[in-house]
């Protein structure tokens, strides 16, 4: 994959080429990513106008397709307002330690056979553990504005996230048993075999529960009470203009894409055609994975933009009763039936 | 020096700084930050020693899970720290002489004689698909598996312990019902009573008053 990078590559020094290496693939993964944030506000906005009767933003542009860019081009220039008592440092630290957190995971999403940064044996693991700093930022932001609806904000999401995150982990034991590996490569790999080989048949409550988590984890509607601007203003990132807020927004976005990328590496096939074992195969083999993938990564965002435009937001409680009751539970309850599957090695996918 | 070398020192050199400032800083939610960048750091050198599970699963336990209850519980309460450093002077000479003493132990136990290069060497580096992760689990469930099972039902009985002391029930306490809420029918909310239409007496024109 690497190899037309060679002759430019050797005009550094031997130590360095491993470093420049990996620098020029990270800033091939994040500049897309940037890219596809900034059209995805845009998706949103056109997606959520429709399914309301709107047109949506249409002024900036042929049918407002530059709108994402006249957005930048205002939050870059907006004034940063630091609220009086706030903590500065650590104020000024969450939007980094938040964006951080939503782009280091991409290293290890494979795009295609072979496409990716890092083939890390636990990369299963590794997302989940990154996932989990990003709570971090939200956190910190609301303690650090020093005022009372941005700190409910930050503790909202703290019981949240860790409810959540439990589930998910969950239904990524799931995919472990099914695959026997953490390795996001060879979990695709297990999936070979065409769309009723892929993992989101037989663990199909653990993927409900992981992609409904994911939403709750990149606090999205219906799960957005940590900024929840009926009731508590804008939640966490209510002190923040300008640049800080541009992150957080760009944060938000790429965890949602990622959340979509890893859905699709896990439960539908990642680069796999849904067309393997039919009469289709032949006639779409000319499509390269990553497009499959990239497919599956924007009908997972649509539904994304799909469930704001439709359901009011859960009452606080409720969205705990349905993380600890309902996802935790069933979770585990499906890990038993799996066990008892894999034990008898069913159907094609535990063979 | 090797890379990796550079890296450990940078690295350990980090996690026993932020570990000094978490004890010494007078910030509560500070302190509990240090100790993040303490377990940070401390999974990255893991990391160099080839235990890629032991370091995610601590960044997972610990940053992701434990700490963040830590900043949820030190940020609701308002901890005075100006009682608590109260006798300081006072109770120095004691920590003192507890601390010299661990580290003369530490360095007794932990010295070159018994842990250096010649009697511990290096082992070989492991090829690139060893995976630590099935190592682990085949010794962990095989010649492990009863102390792995032991601390893992006394885990779950401390787990229930606690719960059951969250557990009280407390006259006059209203609870909502979140399955009742779900339950609930049209039919229990609303009585739909059919009246026939009247007319406003004194109405003149049909159609008015709508």
Not at chain 1, 97 to 106: F, K, N
Not at chain 1, 311 to 325: A, H, S, T, V
Not at chain 1, 340 to 346: G, N, P, S
Not at chain 2, 115 to 123: C, I, M, N
Request: charged share 15%.
């Amino acid at each position: 994959m690497t190899e037309f990078l060679a002759p430019f590559l050797n005009l550094f020094p031997e130590a360095m080429r491993d470093v420049v290496l990996i620098l020029i693939q990270s800033l091939i993964v994040i500049l897309p990513l940037t890219g596809a944030v900034a059209y995805l506000t845009l998706a949103e906005r056109k997606v959520i106008g429709y399914m309301q009767v709107r047109i949506g933003p249409n002024r900036v542009g042929p049918r407002g397709a530059f709108q994402p860019l006249a957005d930048m081009v205002k939050l870059v220039f907006k004034e940063i307002i630091v609220p009086s008592q706030a903590n500065k440092f650590i104020f000024f630290a969450s939007p980094i330690i938040i964006l951080m957190a939503a782009l280091v995971s991409w290293v290890v999403v494979p795009f295609d056979d072979g496409w990716v940064i890092a083939d890390i044996n636990a990369g299963l693991l590794y997302v989940l553990a990154l996932g989990a700093a990003g709570v971090y930022g939200v956190i910190l932001a609301g303690w650090a504005s020093n005022s009372k609806y941005a700190l409910l904000g930050g503790m909202r999401s703290a019981a949240h996230k860790i409810a959540y995150e439990l589930a998910m982990g969950f239904a990524l034991v799931g995919v472990l048993m099914a695959s026997q590996s953490l390795n996001l490569q060879e979990i695709v790999r297990g999936q070979d075999g065409g769309i009723f080989n892929w993992y989101w048949l037989p663990l199909l409550p653990m993927f409900l529960v992981y992609f409904i988590s994911g939403v709750a984890e990149t606090n999205r509607a219906p799960f957005d009470i940590a900024e929840g601007e009926s009731e508590i203003v804008a939640g966490f990132h209510v002190e923040y203009s300008g640049m800080g807020f541009a992150m957080f927004m760009l944060a938000e976005y790429a965890s949602m894409i990622l959340i979509s990328a890893l859905t699709a590496i896990m439960f539908l096939g990642g680069w796999l055609s849904p067309f393997q074992g039919t009469f289709l195969e032949s006639a779409f083999a000319w499509i390269p994975g990553i497009l499959w993938m990239f497919a599956k990564i924007s009908i997972l965002l649509f539904l994304f933009l799909w469930f704001r435009a439709t359901f009011p937001r859960y009452r606080y409680d409720q969205i705990m009763r349905l993380g600890w009751k309902v996802f935790i539970p069933l979770t585990i309850l499906w890990i038993v039936v799996e066990g008892v599957a894999v034990y008898f090695k069913l159907g094609p996918w535990f063979a | 020096m090797s890379f990796i070398k550079l890296l450990f020192f940078i690295f350990s050199s980090i996690a026993v700084l932020s570990a000094f400032r978490m004890v010494t800083t007078r910030n509560s939610v500070h302190a509990a930050l240090y100790l993040v960048l303490t377990f940070f750091s401390t999974a990255l050198v893991w990391l160099l020693l080839e235990a890629e599970f032991l370091g995610i699963v601590l960044l997972l336990v610990y940053v992701g899970a434990v700490m963040v209850l830590f900043l949820f519980v030190v940020m609701m309460l308002d901890v005075n720290a100006a009682p608590l450093r109260e006798g300081f002077i006072r109770f120095l000479p004691v920590g003192a002489t507890v601390a010299a003493v661990m580290i003369i132990e530490m360095s007794l136990v932990l010295g070159p004689k018994l842990f250096g290069l010649d009697v511990y060497p290096a082992p070989a580096a492991k090829a690139a698909d060893y995976s630590n992760t099935a190592e682990l689990g085949g010794v962990l469930y095989t010649v492990y598996v009863y102390p792995f099972e032991i601390a893992a039902v006394i885990l779950l009985v401390a787990m229930v312990a606690a719960i059951m002391l969250t557990l009280r029930r407390r006259p006059g306490v209203k609870y909502q019902d979140a399955a009742a809420q779900a339950r609930v029918r049209r039919e229990d909310c609303i009585r739909m009573v059919s009246m026939p239409s009247e007319k406003r007496a004194g109405a003149t024109n049909e159609g008015e008053g709508a």
